[in-house]
């Protein structure tokens, strides 16, 4: 798949931003007043502006106000609805504990959850294409969580919480990756089934389509080679795991857990647009790159 930029910000930013909200509504840190407002402020911020990045994909992003009437079938509607809840009941939760040094705890619990439901949901769009064997596996929303609940734990400060969280997030993207690299073979999806002509012989493509690109080349058949591929990963689980899991067995300062912070970013958007980049669409059989 291409990895439009927009897209890696908005599943990187809102990921940690509703990570943060989770943390904050079961009242890790326990902070009220100005403190609490510094914290909900960076977790809006890369929530709701996470979500907004997302809006630049589609070709009319004025027409994003119609997801919210599909929830019944469509993920993304699900998903715009539960940020909608969170984002209200932490906006409520924090008002409580910003203004009136109040925890209102019922608030905080809904919104956490709301805040998990949106990262699952989130996940569920890309985990339910068939078409993309890579994605299309219980692991993906394991990935998201996972991810989302570590980069919380580090933007709340719970140094124990996120040193564990990080081992998880990290193990679960090499079970992904190695899981992925083998989903497209196993699903059994090749020239033959997809032209349903398997039982005449075997069956190769004569020609391309046609000789100039097109809408289905540009989104969903990009290649990236496996020597390039295997040097990102490396880079994205050493920037998102191992060097912030370095960093937060050091004695503990304002300036280590910036710098932790900062890696585990970068690399949750390698990884991420490893995520889109490596996702091989069964469409590209037509085409002679799968």
Not at 153 to 158: E, K, R, S, T, V
Not at 270 to 286: K, P
Request: charged residues 10%; proline residues 3%.
């Amino acid at each position: 798949m291409h990895p439009a930029p927009s897209v890696i910000f908005f599943t990187t930013f809102s990921g940690l931003g509703f990570g943060l909200l989770f943390f904050l509504g079961l009242g890790f840190p326990a902070v009220t007043g100005w403190t609490a407002f510094a914290f909900f402020a960076i977790a809006y911020v890369m929530a709701v502006g996470g979500l907004m990045a997302s809006t630049f994909h589609l070709g009319r992003p004025e027409r994003a106000i119609k997801a919210f009437t599909q929830w019944r079938s469509s993920w993304l509607s699900r998903e715009a609805w539960c940020a909608v809840g969170a984002l209200m009941l932490m906006g409520l939760y924090g008002l409580g504990l910003v203004f009136f040094d109040s925890r209102w705890t019922a608030f905080g619990i809904l919104g956490a959850g709301l805040s998990m439901a949106t990262v699952f949901t989130t996940s569920m769009i890309y985990t339910q294409l068939k078409t993309i064997p890579r994605w299309n596996m219980k692991l993906t929303p394991l990935k998201f969580m996972s991810l989302s609940l570590a980069g919380g734990a580090l933007l709340a400060g719970q140094v124990d919480a996120a040193l564990v969280l990080l081992v998880i997030a990290g193990l679960v993207q090499l079970y992904a990756w190695v899981e992925g690299d083998k989903a497209f073979a196993g699903s059994g999806t090749d020239m033959a089934s997809a032209t349903g002509l398997g039982g005449i012989g075997k069956v190769r493509a004569f020609e391309p389509p046609h000789t100039g690109t097109n809408y289905l080349l540009c989104e969903f058949v990009h290649v990236i080679g496996r020597k390039h591929s295997q040097k990102l990963r490396v880079i994205a689980l050493g920037l998102m795991t191992i060097v912030p899991i370095i960093l937060l067995a050091l004695p503990f300062s304002h300036i280590v857990g910036v710098l932790a912070i900062a890696s585990h970013i970068a690399g949750v958007l390698t990884a991420r647009w490893l995520f889109f980049a490596e996702a091989e669409h069964v469409v590209g059989l037509y085409y002679g790159k799968r």
